[in-house]
């Protein structure tokens, strides 16, 4: 792990001074200059521009030292995780933060310091545009979990609990995959301890996931989640490949991709109404005596938990507004790295009823803050928001596309998303794309119409 961590701090240092050469500087204001291409010519110009008066502000010692310790900081959190070891991890979340502050620093910020991190990975978000969203996300799911708790074991997911050989649920996986629209002659599945999705370009796209013998959706809604971001990547432009407009343009709109496919999609009656019968074939001896009414409701239980990669649609956003909550105040020195596990935990009993036993499955379960990405988490909620709005836009587009789904044909959803989103790859800005693709800003409404109308009727309230 040192000889790993100095050799990626010095390639970083390397990319970074050769990037924020004078020599890319001159090439680029020539360019400007010049300036007599296409839109696809501009939207690059402005990229590059973005990226390189980003990278500039920073220091090469900066960026060096901020890889160095997040490296590090990375792998004494794995080390803490595993013994649930809060005290040994803290120093290097001190660390994390400091670095953080410095970056954020030199990047510049109007309003708070949290505004220049998150601009990182959601372009033109900030807080003051956030605080509201969260207000209104809490103000639709804490009294509709309030509701549902009570009645919480209505719904029994034993039946996705019971053995499930791999080698099918691999099978299964891959088929729906391929009719969903992957192309597996530009991409694979392998299998990861922890799922996601890596390209080097449009026609390589690396998707990975995770079998467990007891444990149905973990693979099945995973390999979806993780799909949703590879049909992103390989529907991309075939032009735009390549160069720095070939990518998905921020981690939100990426993760509206991912939970579009993996929730509207893969945990609808529709695509049920298509599968249910195969899967049943596949696992006779499993599902013989479950009827689809019964599948449908166990793969949408909402149960109050303490992991938020197992969260529910309902209680997702939950985990996310707690740690967005936390990371701000310790940035801003509101709260002490020491205090941190406690005020995990005061929030959890609050919004979920339940506190964590030991830290593992608290304040320690996620990696990001060790590998340094602090204003990450709310690109997850994001996603989940925009995924509605982009589905209720391309269904207006397209009233057929349940019916089609219903029949397994995938097509005329695909080709929307490509249409409207993929194939800009980062050619607009964020709030751009969404407006082009949806006639309007970012909404909370459509989401939360979508998650009362749905957990409404598959708990009878
Ligand atoms: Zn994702």
Known sequence: IEARTEQRATISKIAHQIFTSDETGNLLERAERENAGDENVQALLRVVRRDFDRATKLSTELVEERTRVTSQAQDEWAKARAQSEYSHFAPWLDRV??????????????????????????????????????????????????????????????ILRREYSIDKQKQFAERVLADCGFDFARGRQDVSVHPFCTHFGRDDVRLTTRYDLHDLPSALFGSLHEMGHGLYEQNIAPELDGTPLGGGVSLGVHESQSRLWENLVGRSREFWNRYYDDLKNTFPNQLNDVAPEAFYRAMNKVEPSLIRVEADEVTYNLHIILRYEIENDLLEGKLSTEDAPAAWNAKMQEYFGITPPDDAHGILQDVHWSIGAIGYFPTYSLGNILSVQLWEA??????????????????????????????????????????????????????????NRKFREVYGL
């Open 97 to 158: 933060l400091d670095i953080n502050r410095r970056v954020a620093q030199a990047y510049g910020y109007k309003n708070c310091l949290y505004d220049a991190l998150l601009d990182e990975y959601e372009e033109g978000m900030t807080r003051a545009q956030l605080d509201p969203i969260f207000d209104e996300l809490k103000s639709a799911i804490v009294p509709l979990l309030k509701e549902i708790s009570p009645r919480s074991n209505q719904v029994s997911d034993e």
């Open 394 to 451: 391309a269904l207006q587009a397209h009233p057929e596309i349940p019916d089609q789904i219903a029949r397994g044909e995938f097509s005329t959803l695909l080709g929307w998303l490509r249409e409207n989103v993929h194939q800009h790859g980062r050619k607009f800005p964020p709030q751009q794309l969404i407006q082009r693709a949806t006639g309007r800003p970012l909404d909370v409404a459509p989401y939360a119409g979508y998650l």
